[in-house]
DNA sequence: GATGAATGAGCATTCATTCAT
DNA sequence: CATGAATGAATGCTCATTCAT
């Protein structure tokens, strides 16, 4: 019984994956607004239906997709001390983004930008994330969320950045000078907030 | 006769006219995938036909949006000499991008950064402005468009960062600090630039 | 060209006709619920985006349907007295739903019943009719309001029997019964009226 | 074993309880067609595989719906005396239905009326039942189905009339001068039917 | 008996573009 | 040049029913 749970299990799980690779190549092929529900069914060879019991909707599974490119860093970022668990999420979410594409990318900044709900989503959570790292170090609530901001605000901006470049400037060059940049600003503030306490 | 077509080419001017700037005016509030066709048209007090009398296609409307809002910048810019140029054109249009308020910005930018059709071709517009004017400092036409597209990026990512932290951080301050870190590095580059010659 | 107009016209008043036409026949065989909007454009032999041109939704050609049932029955009660023209205006209503198939009536009373939009304003303007002719006789706004209501609700009740026993009872006959009773409560309290002035 | 299968009869059994439970409450609240299998299910708890192992179709449920909802008030009746029974059934109806609230009421009639298969299924229902009473006193098969279906019609346009009116007046009021009128005619035709035999 | 993932035809509606007038 | 009715493929999404487990 819980054998045959299983296998049932695993093919409903191999769909799940065959739609989400198949909206991840295809959104990173054509961008989100391009890729239709039926072709992403078609190219994951499932019905239509099979979508929809996985996703609530289309938007849905761009938020997964993001999940999915993302979900690993905070675990490994958690066991490191708060500067570093900072440096360590930015760079290797700056990492990931780069290896996962442009197009995908641009459709996710481009709904974090315009304030959709997914974009609202991660960017609370990125901020929640630098939040917990900042309150290690003492910063009281409202001054972490203020510092939080700010450096995934710059964060963001620098992705910005390297995604409007489009392929004609070479990404780590744009985005090593941003980051160091903004990791600059944040180990002043952190020394400064360390003293002044 | 000759008053007849004076007549017929005025009305049709003015149809045009009344087009783009409904397409302005559509586009900046809702984005371009959201405004039909109709929309424009209703808008104008035109008819559909009317509309592909002027442009090709629903596409075609956008580089001519481009040319229509941010052209008297372009045109003050001219007349000053290149660094003044380039940091004035940045600064205008940025001005004139924030005045427009939070929630046209956000669907600007999120096209710009999403690769859709308009967003692409003001990055292109302001990346050969930028272009135009480094060339007239010598850089060959490679180096500017290298140059220019960096420019372009570092300033859209200091839009980002104002635009991702919705009114959590005061805006004027982002952007300044990235603006600055984003012009000096021009500076420098500039005369790095002008030296190596 | 104002033949040309009338060309144009006349062709795009042809396709509405097809289109209402089809969908009294077919909501006349199937009821509202199982008739799809591709049934009607298929019957009616123009495309879909045809349909969306002449009206704005499926539930709004239901509402042509009806009007196009009793548009000119009022027109003639307005030349009657009072109690005559509501009497006719009953009555002749009546007949016209008998005549206009027991499908739509039904699709249409259940809109009346469930308080749908169509519905409501549909029983808003017979209540409206009926009251303009009590004034006339000298009830004031409240009194006739109410007193319409109540013959309008009596009216539909008897339609509604009808309607429910589904072709398996002579429809005049209840009706008729119906409807005398009605009347008579109508002119006993018209005549009661009338002695208390 | 003897003991499994009990519990498997018994869990069986409170399935199909659960199911018919949700679907009254719910057809109640929605009307038939705005209730999807899953609705249900949902509702009561149990997988969508029960339901069709309960019920052939979601028509199906229906008619298990109607004698599930009125059959107490049918058993009360079968005790009177054929011309109480039927007054008993129409009133506990009525009464049973208005204690509903209006807006159920609506959703109600307007299936009744629509010939939707809820609405189609009460009737017959209700038609059955009166018709069982009438031929307790002598009418053959083809007249009793004649006058219930007569007394059924009347009784729902009463319904109609109070649900029309929509508290703009007083519901007991329409109703209980229609119930009279009806059960008069009745009486009538009951001792008209009796004296001719 | 029970499960719930899977199916796929079906739905109402939109929209860029064409073309007869 | 101007009109706007017409097109019809495409969209996101629903849902009664089936069936392997």
Not at 9 to 18: I, Y
Not at 51 to 75: A, G, M, P, Q, R
Not at 170 to 188: A, F, G, R, T
């Amino acid at each position: 019984m819980a054998y045959n749970n299983k296998n049932r299990e695993e093919q409903s799980l191999a769909h799940k994956n065959r739609i989400i690779e198949a909206a991840r190549r295809l959104v990173h092929e054509k961008g989100y607004d391009s890729v239709s529900v039926s072709d992403i069914t078609e190219a994951a060879g499932v019905s239509k239906g099979a979508f929809y019991i996985h996703y609530k909707s289309k938007e849905e599974v761009i938020s997964d997709l993001v999940n999915f490119v993302f979900e690993d860093i905070k675990t490994k970022a958690d066991e490191m001390d708060p500067y570093e668990a900072i440096c360590y999420f930015l760079k290797a979410s700056s990492e990931k983004i780069l290896r996962s594409g442009l197009k995908i990318v641009q459709t996710w900044l481009s709904e974090a930008v315009s304030g959709a709900i997914y974009g609202k989503n991660k960017i609370r959570y990125d901020v929640n994330v630098v939040k917990s790292y900042l309150m290690k170090t003492g910063y009281d609530d409202a001054q972490a969320n203020a510092v939080a901001l700010k450096i995934i605000s710059l964060h963001y901006g620098a992705l910005t950045s390297w995604c409007i470049s489009d392929g004609g400037v070479e990404p780590l060059d744009i985005l090593s000078d941003m980051l160091e940049h903004n990791l600059k600003v944040l180990k002043d503030r952190m020394k400064e907030m360390a003293m002044s306490e």
